[in-house]
Nanobody, 128 residues
Framework: RVQMVESGGGSVQAGGSLRLSCSYSGSPYAGYSLGWFRQTPGKEREGVAAINSDDVTSYADSVKGRFTISRDNAKNMLYLQMNDLKLQDSAIYYC??????????????????????WGQGTQVTVSS
């Protein structure tokens, strides 16, 4: 079973930055996608950013130009650099792994269908 552990969440003022990290115990898949999702109470989990084993990236429209996803394959680490944070970015952020390299090419709305390994989440709170 793939273990995934997020860190780096916290409280920040609007306009500020945070960097989330996700440590995972390696991918058993030759081709795969890694993603960041977020969820607020009463809402569906939404895809934020994804990157695959070919380093193809994709972002939800709401975070394009502000968030950057990256990975360090040698360290089994996934990152999400979040800049210019807005109140609506407040959520629990989850990292996830998919055995589908093509998942990153799908619309963010359906990413969750392809990701089967999840972390426990880290809280991000943006205040005014």
């Amino acid at each position: 079973r793939v273990q995934m552990v997020e860190s780096g969440g916290g409280s920040v003022q609007a306009g500020g930055s945070l960097r989330l990290s996700c440590s995972y115990s390696g991918s058993p898949y030759a081709g795969y996608s890694l993603g960041w999702f977020r969820q607020t109470p009463g809402k569906e989990r939404e895809g934020v950013a994804a990157i695959n084993s070919d380093d193809v990236t994709s972002y939800a429209d709401s975070v394009k130009g502000r968030f950057t996803i990256s990975r360090d394959n040698a360290k089994n680490m996934l990152y999400l650099q979040m800049n210019d944070l807005k109140l609506q970015d407040s959520a629990i952020y989850y990292c996830a792994l998919s055995d589908a390299k093509s998942a990153v090419t799908m619309a963010p709305l359906v990413w969750y269908l392809y990701f089967g390994h999840w972390g426990q989440g880290t809280q991000v709170t943006v205040s005014s």
